[in-house]
């Protein structure tokens, strides 16, 4: 987090920033006098009109100024990881098949015991930060992720898993996983993990 970020007369509290590894750009001989880049979290906040022919880049604050920046108080990075089929009942307890629902994949196997087989996202964890509600809960990288808050993970768009996980501090967080074909069910607490002093 940067304190403050000053664009002409606009002036940013409290902002996301990243900093990546040294070694990841130490090959590059010379940047010139670039020493960092402003991404989509800061823009979004802006109207932006690029004049080309003038050189000029005009910024106008918008709705999202004000807005508080986001961070991950869970600790879990979280990546798409390709494709995975899932069985589901597609009958409630009586044997009535319910109304289609509306799904996510377009593959689909109907069998006569009124199960569908669908192709879905499969979500892993990708990273986890030491010392997070995550890592202290006992999550490890390379889990699928199957349910968030008792929801079927394939149920939701990536971005709003991300806006679980970044809510807000004290919002409590149940995931099941699969481990080694173990399912596991985890519950930790989000925590703004800015607010302690190293």
Do not use: C, W
Request: proline share 3%; hydrophobic share 40%.
């Amino acid at each position: 987090m940067v304190s403050t970020i000053q664009i002409g007369d606009f002036s940013i509290q409290d902002a996301k920033a990243a900093f990546p590894n040294m070694e990841s750009f130490s090959a590059i001989k010379s940047l010139g006098n670039r020493n960092g880049s402003i991404g989509g979290e800061v823009l979004k906040r802006f109207n932006i009109v690029f004049d080309y022919p003038n050189k000029e880049v005009t910024l106008r604050k918008n709705g999202y100024f004000n807005t508080p920046f986001q961070y991950n108080m869970s600790g879990i990075d979280i990546q798409h990881n390709g494709l995975r089929y899932i069985a589901e009942s597609i009958a409630d307890a009586h044997g009535i098949v319910k109304e289609k629902e509306k799904s996510f994949g377009n593959v689909q196997i109907l069998f006569e015991n009124k199960t569908r087989l669908s192709l879905v996202p499969e979500i892993i964890v990708s990273g986890i930060r030491a010392g997070s509600p995550a890592d202290a809960a006992g999550l490890k990288e390379g889990d699928v992720i199957l349910a968030v808050n008792g929801k079927s993970v394939h149920k939701y768009k990536l971005q709003e898993i991300l806006h679980m996980l970044n809510e807000r501090e004290g919002k409590k967080v149940r995931l099941r996983i699969e481990r080694y074909d173990s399912d596991l069910l985890f519950t930790f607490v989000l925590k703004n993990m800015f607010k302690e002093k190293p």
